[in-house]
């Protein structure tokens, strides 16, 4: 039902867009979220964007990602720059709130 795409390696300073689908009964109604699991430490939330277009981000990403979405294609996507090697893992797009999680998708960023 979340279809997560757009990891990859790139170099310190680079920049990279995730994007994930959802079905339509899913996208519409809920507010989505992004978040990552970097090695050896707890997932934690990235930023997420509700149904009207609020968003809201970790400290750690703010006025570097931006998190969007496309009610007419029922995606969101996460548009990450200035990337740091602490943004490396595994980013999983969420329909925030429940169990509903896309199967990740890896982000290693080399200094």
């Known amino acids: 039902q979340l279809q997560a795409s757009g990891g990859g390696l790139v170099q310190a300073g680079g920049s990279l867009r995730l994007s994930c689908i959802a079905s339509?009964?899913?996208?519409?109604?809920?507010?989505m979220a992004w978040y990552r699991r970097g090695p050896g430490k707890q997932r934690e939330l990235v930023a997420f964007?509700?149904?009207?277009?609020?968003?809201s981000y970790v400290d750690a990403v703010k006025g570097r990602f931006t998190i969007s979405r496309d009610n007419a294609k029922n995606t969101v996507d996460l548009q990450m720059n200035s990337l740091k090697p602490e943004d490396t893992g595994v980013y999983y797009c969420?329909?925030?709130?429940?169990?509903?999680w896309g199967q990740g998708t890896l982000v290693t960023v080399s200094s």
């Open positions: 969420n329909v925030l709130g429940t169990g509903l």
């Open positions: 339509g009964s899913i996208f519409s109604r809920n507010n």
């Open positions: 964007i509700e149904t009207g277009g609020t968003t």
